[in-house]
């Protein structure tokens, strides 16, 4: 109850840390602008701008997601990989993607576009799908987390047109050519 009033205290005069995170942002990225059907495709997490807006001696220490919107009857999550500056901590925290880095990023060794992970799919039907991923800050292994700054939330999504298989040329002139063999065959007898 104590540290409850401590952060409602802090809160309200404007001293616990929040996320200001006004130039950064994510984004889910497909890897392919063609999805066929039985494809497997890739998307990246990517968070633009981490540092913008932080002080200089900001790190960011781990991050934390998981799939929001996934249409499971076009589609299958069949994996993930975590951009190797981080620890995989994916299985550990029961989480899509989560990853770990000590003593932390800061701005000096991170590019300003960095991808935190990679999701990979596969196509299970033609038709449009959304893919998304959230980080709820509820759960104190999700969102983007910073030493000095309060966790940021993650959401971003995309929309995918998965497209049927296309029948090669040459199946499509192999059948024409046995139709045409069994009407002239058909009318011989």
Known sequence: MKTLSCILILT??????????????????????TVTVGDTFAADVVAHDLFGDADSDELLLAF??????LDDERLEWTGVSVNPVFSDD??????????????????????????????????LAAGSAIVGIRGDLADPNQG???????????????NLSIVAVPLPTG???FASGMAAMLVRGGRRA
């Open 90 to 123: 994916s299985a550990a925290v029961g989480l899509t993607a989560a990853g770990s880095t000590f003593p932390g990023l800061s701005a000096d060794d991170t590019p300003a576009n960095i991808t935190l992970a990679t999701l990979y799919f596969r196509a």
């Open 144 to 158: 983007l987390i910073f030493l000095n700054r309060g966790p940021v939330a993650i959401a971003a999504d995309f």
């Open 171 to 173: 199946a499509l002139l």
């Open 64 to 69: 934390g997601l998981n799939l929001g919107d």
């Open 12 to 33: 309200a005069v404007g001293l616990w840390p929040t996320a200001d995170a006004a130039a950064l942002s994510l984004s889910l990225i497909p890897r392919s602008a």
